[in-house]
């Protein structure tokens, strides 16, 4: 190595020219001399030593050079370890951007909300028996008068009543603008909400926290062939070409009528294998915006229909991707060794 070789070359100059090297020792005796002698000899040591300092100097930076040659740039570097988005996040920016492609809007509604917009505007009367079926968390907070008790979203469909209200509002403004132009235009809705639900519930198969993303279109003359199509559409663009939807009747408070969404088997494309059994999986529940809740969002339901549908990123996330997670709470356990796989 080039720091052996420079501790060599240190030795050398030492002790030849050192304070004590053999050169200083000859000069220093030259006073021994005779008068004569003196200065060819003088003359010697100075030649000796300009011509052994040029040396020295010369094979120093030959070291030098060998030392930056054995520096080989064509070795890959170490790459420093680079972080990523959360799978669930990948999974929200893929089904929002489908979605985009047929005009749909993202938008964000409280996860801190009023019984009112997450229950009764959607129809579920206070002692309704499906509440039990969103085991909510509710708040310690003071109630509203108008809209009940605060609770955290047990699912996106508050984001239903809150959307139709302030289109609600746009469009009153509209129709004022409307009645100054003498101009007709119609109320579309087309929303996507893609957000964090809460229940109470925690096992393998639940986290307290989790993702629903819901559609609502509202619009003149909206029918149920419209549900389907964009039911279509999502499965293909989001699962693969050859996959459709059906539509089975099911029953919910907020729409009706009300219907459960499945999807081809992507094994046997609906034909029925040992996985699916009839060929079909559960994707999603849909329906006709109930009147009912229209009107709660301000919406005259004589003038305008609608549908919503909604289901969990985590549930799309593994239909598609076959991701087998032996517990779904390590998805939000910030393990970077199970997280890091995606
Ligand atoms: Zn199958």
Redesign the pocket.
């Known amino acids: 190595m080039a720091a052996g070789n420079d501790r060599e070359l240190e030795e050398i100059r030492i002790e030849y020219l050192g304070r004590s090297g053999r050169l200083t020792q000859i000069f220093k005796n030259i006073g021994n001399l005779e008068e004569g002698e003196k200065k060819s000899i003088g003359l010697l040591i100075n030649e000796s030593k300009n011509t052994l300092q040029k040396l020295i100097a010369t094979q120093k930076n030959k070291f030098k050079e060998t030392a930056r040659e054995w520096f080989d740039p064509t070795i890959p570097g170490e790459a420093p370890r680079t972080g990523s988005l959360h799978i669930i996040t990948q999974a929200i920016e893929e089904i929002a951007e489908v979605f985009k492609q047929i005009g749909f809007i993202r938008m964000r509604y409280p996860e801190v909300d009023w019984d009112w917009f997450a229950f009764e505007g959607l129809n579920f009367d206070k002692n309704h028996p499906a509440r039990d079926d969103w085991e909510t968390f509710w708040l310690n907070a003071p109630e509203s008068k108008k809209y009940g008790t605060m609770l955290l979203t047990p699912h996106t469909s508050n984001g239903q009543i809150r959307e139709m209200q302030r289109e609600m509002q746009r469009e009153m403004q509209r129709e004022m603008q409307r009645e100054m132009q003498r101009s007709k235009k119609n109320l579309p809705i087309r929303m996507i909400n893609i957000a964090k639900c809460y229940r109470r519930q925690s096992d393998i198969s639940h986290t307290p926290m989790f993702h629903q993303f819901e559609g609502l279109v509202v619009d003149k003359d909206i029918n149920i062939t419209h549900l389907k199509g964009v039911l279509d559409y999502f499965a293909k663009a989001y699962f693969g070409k050859g996959r459709v939807t059906r539509l089975r009747p099911h029953n919910f408070p907020f729409t009706e009528p009300s219907f459960e969404v499945d999807i081809?088997?992507?094994?046997?494309?609906?034909?029925?294998?040992?996985?699916?059994?009839?060929?079909?999986?559960e994707l999603a529940g849909a329906g006709m915006v109930h009147p009912n809740v229209l009107k709660n969002g301000g919406i005259d339901p004589k003038k305008y229909t609608g549908f919503a549908f909604g289901t969990g990123v985590e549930r799309v996330l593994m239909m598609k991707s076959g991701l087998k997670i032996p517990d779904l709470r390590l998805l939000y356990s910030s393990d970077l060794h199970f997280l890091g796989q995606f």
């Not at 081809?264 to 999986?281: S, V």
């Open positions: 081809t088997c992507d094994i046997c494309a609906g034909r029925g294998c040992r996985l699916c059994k009839e060929g079909w999986l």
